[in-house]
């Protein structure tokens, strides 16, 4: 992840993606499966407790159709 301090270009696709697909490259989850460089196509949040007492700590924006 240097490139992001030695690289001065404009931001684009390409080079964002890169990013994610570097930085997830070896992470896997058991429950689902992890989209690299790619947009979201479903909701998402980040939570945290049980099931009978989740705590919604962010809600992303819907998706854009």
Do not use: C
């Not at 001065?8 to 930085?23: A, I, P, S």
């Not at 896997?28 to 992890?34: C, G, L, V």
């Amino acid at each position: 992840m240097f490139e992001v301090n030695l690289n001065k270009d404009y931001m684009n696709l390409e080079r964002l993606h890169g990013w994610h697909n570097t930085l997830f490259e070896y992470i896997q989850s058991k429950t689902y499966k992890i989209k690299r460089a790619k947009f979201r196509d479903d909701e998402m949040s980040v939570v945290s407790g049980s099931p009978e007492n989740v705590q919604i700590h962010y809600e992303a924006l819907p998706v854009e159709v």
